[in-house]
């Protein structure tokens, strides 16, 4: 795998960096920082409860400070894992019941990565996919839980449009 933080991962890169995980648990932590863009913290706080099939979506509840967000998450050959393994937890189970704390979410990323990428990369990673597909600000604003539109520029570096190109969109 050739990817680091100056590229974005494909599928390709992921399941090259799935095959390196130990367990379920790590795998479904890899899927949801890759598919959701989550934060470490996000991660962490997440129940088995907070995920459930619609459809032909994962429907991912994110907790945070006053009220959760809820984004949707294709159901594809990667994410029918997630849904698999939440099917035979109790719902009110931490999904990360063996990885609990950022540091231990940071050394498994830097071990399936041989150390070429960090937890947040993954969302940089969404977000500038959502951008270069032509995700509007407003949209992915929603989806981050980023609650300023400019907190959305560091993101975007990665990414060919350019927020303020973007921001012509919005309007």
Known sequence: MKANQASLLNKEDLKQ??????????RIALLLLYYAGLKVN???ELRVGDIRQEGKTI???IPEKGESRLIYLPLDDFTKEIVEFVKERPSEFRLMLRMRTCYQVKDFIYR????????AFF??????KLAQQGVNLALLKAFTGIKN????EPYLQFSSIKSKKMAKIVE
């Open 42 to 44: 996000e991660l962490l």
């Open 59 to 61: 429907a991912l509840n």
């Open 112 to 119: 399936v990565s041989d150390k070429t990428l960090t937890p």
């Open 17 to 26: 960096l799935l095959a390196k995980c130990k367990d379920a648990e790590e």
């Open 123 to 128: 969302r940089h990673n969404r977000i500038a």
């Open 149 to 152: 539109i400019n907190q959305l």
